[in-house]
């Protein structure tokens, strides 16, 4: 029997849980694969009123096939050096290398997407760009092995297009099926070109703070990038 494919979702404090849990519910339909979900120290991750715990410890782990970073308040990954550091070993012996939501911009303050495309959350998409990294507006983008995707919801789109890679169109096909992803929103407001204008001005407002605040660590990582 054929060793399994590793698939390693590091999480953190501060991550959305959804860009976990989406794409993991997708993954484990897969055969023959180990999924792990670390952290550093292998310390439990409580977020949004989920606690997970028995984690493996993400500076032990010596190789994945599948590296998964989901986003969230991805400054606290960006900050956390012995993280940034896991993150740059592992994506540079991946097979693939893929996030969700902001974990691009995980995935790139580690030197991971320096001249690649890549998706984000709307409201974060154009921070790419600090580490040499061409923001895309698509829900899903592949650029070579590197496949990210969109804000949070994307996350379940981006597995699908992850395991079709894998294993093929029809084994996506029937995870699918088995899982009844056939989304019909009741609004047409999941992102600023669709949604209402006050409903797309209020939130954008909200958001655009939270950039702002954060801002300043990206840029202090995308200099420590540089120079290194």
């Not at 379940?156 to 992850?162: G, K, Q, T, W």
Request: one cysteine or more.
């Amino acid at each position: 029997m054929p060793q399994p494919f590793i698939i390693l979702i590091p999480i953190y404090q501060g991550l959305t849980q959804l860009d976990f849990t989406g794409p993991y519910q997708f993954f484990c339909d897969l055969p023959n694969v180990d999924i792990k979900v670390a952290s550093i120290g292998g310390q439990p991750v409580t977020v949004e009123g989920f606690s997970f715990a028995d984690l493996s410890v993400l500076e032990e782990i010596t190789h994945c096939d599948l590296l998964c970073v989901p986003g969230g308040n991805c400054t606290n990954a960006i900050e956390n050096s012995d993280f940034i550091a896991a993150i740059k070993r592992l994506g540079q012996g991946a097979r693939y290398i893929t996030s969700v939501c902001t974990g691009s911009l995980i995935l790139a303050a580690a030197g991971l997407l320096k001249g690649k495309r890549a998706a984000c959350h709307w409201a974060w998409r154009e921070k790419l760009a600090l580490f040499g990294a061409t923001p895309d507006a698509g829900r899903v983008v592949k650029d070579g092995n590197i496949i990210t995707g969109g804000g949070v919801t994307a996350g379940m789109d981006f597995a699908l297009v992850v395991i079709a890679e894998m294993v093929g169109e029809d084994s996506a096909r029937a995870i699918q099926l088995r899982l009844e992803y056939s989304p019909e929103p009741p609004f047409h407001s999941g992102n600023p070109e669709t949604a209402p204008k006050a409903v797309r001005d209020k939130v954008a407002q909200k958001l655009s703070q939270q950039v702002t605040e954060k801002s300043p660590v990206l840029e202090c990582a995308a200099r420590h990038l540089s120079i290194d």
